[in-house]
DNA sequence: CCCCACTA
DNA sequence: TAGTGGGGG
């Protein structure tokens, strides 16, 4: 889920730009966040995900792979960051999602048996569930295309905002907001290529642009530090205490934190629920989470074969429209990925 | 989600 | 050339 900043953030601390603007940047994308999103929005209308002929999903492989190439094309530098082994602290979120997954199961299947299509679909959306062998596989492909694949000790999210602090990409990318309070200077949200979002219910479509948040703007515009902000965050609920403090809304919980200099000490007159994290526990983690230096950013050629033998030898695709993809993928690649140098490193090498 | 053929 | 509707695996 991640923690819910939507109605904090003012107007003035987003921008929301046309793709152009991000060429040449590098973003760190949170892959575990993008995948959730293609198994959820790539189905038939009665919610059926795409299949090979195995029975094996491939949703998340079509999302993948056309969407990187669309990334490339437009000059946007991606850098996959992958979830590793989850926080202790995060073992009831978990527990919940698996609970919601469950109820979204077998109201799916009503829906199927009283032949309600639209409904169908929607619940199906929410089942959804990422195998380590559908992980594997997407690094795997990511990999065949020459994008950088990071490995993360811990939270995906974490490990891209820490990459994005040090200067080693431009932007963490991801729909949640988690990467602020792990100190990211900067978020992109909806970076996709069709700026048309279907509206949940009805038959309506809104363009949707990528948007970007700057963490020093949102602080200087919200008038407090990234501390307060984390509190903040604690008090709207996050991966780590879920739910938050019950009563505690965007303005409240700014209001309180501001209130006092220190935000540390209204974190000790949250009431510590049994069998809950401590909230201080909760905010050092995300003051400094577990992150590795261990990662090259470097993008190579795509291998065609590689490509090829998943997608179409393994799972199905049509061998004319992979080709298609991967001479598109090339192209971009010479054109705005080979040899270029980004700006950290041109800096290093004056 | 994205592709593609079709439309005016 | 922009908008749509159906299909992808």
Request: with cysteine.
């Amino acid at each position: 889920m991640g923690v819910n900043l939507r109605d904090l953030i003012p107007s003035e601390a987003k921008r929301e730009v046309e793709l152009k603007a991000l060429k040449g940047r590098e973003v760190a994308l949170d892959a575990y966040n993008i995948l959730y999103q293609f198994l959820a929005a790539i189905r038939q209308p009665n919610g059926t995900p795409l299949m090979d002929s195995h029975g094996r999903v491939t949703s998340h492989l079509s999302g993948l792979f056309y969407r990187t190439i669309n990334l490339v094309e437009e000059g946007i530098k991606p850098v996959f960051v992958f979830d590793g082994k989850p926080p202790e602290m995060k073992r009831k979120e978990i527990e919940e999602r698996i609970k919601r997954r469950e109820e979204a199961a077998s109201k799916y299947r009503q829906a199927v048996e009283l032949g309600r299509l639209d409904e169908a679909r929607k619940y199906a959306q929410a089942t959804g569930r990422l195998t380590n062998e559908m992980v594997d596989e997407s690094k795997k492909l990511l990999e065949a295309m020459g994008m950088p694949v990071v490995q993360a000790p811990a939270d995906g999210e974490a490990q891209a905002a820490c990459m994005a602090a040090w200067g080693s990409v431009w932007a963490a990318g991801s729909q949640d907001y988690d990467s602020l309070l792990f100190g990211a200077p900067r978020l992109v949200r909806n970076l996709a290529i069709t700026g048309r979002r279907k509206l949940p219910g009805r038959d309506e479509y809104i363009e949707i642009k990528p948007e970007i948040i700057e963490l020093v703007s949102l602080l200087k515009s919200l008038k407090i530090t990234r501390d307060h902000l984390i509190v903040i965050g604690i008090f709207l609920g996050t991966d780590f205490n879920p739910g938050g403090v019950k009563g505690y809304g965007p303005k409240t919980a700014l209001k309180i934190v501001k209130s006092v200099d220190d935000p540390l000490k209204i974190l000790n007159t949250v009431p510590k629920v049994k069998e809950e994290n401590d909230p201080k526990e909760i905010f050092k983690y995300f003051k400094k989470p577990p992150c590795t230096k261990d990662y090259k950013i470097l993008w190579r050629e795509p291998n065609i074969e590689k490509v090829k033998s998943i997608l179409v030898d393994k799972h199905d695709f049509n061998a004319e429209r992979v080709e298609k993809g991967i001479s598109r993928l090339k192209k971009a690649y010479r054109e705005n990925l080979k040899g270029r140098i980004s700006r950290l490193d041109a800096w290093f090498k004056r």
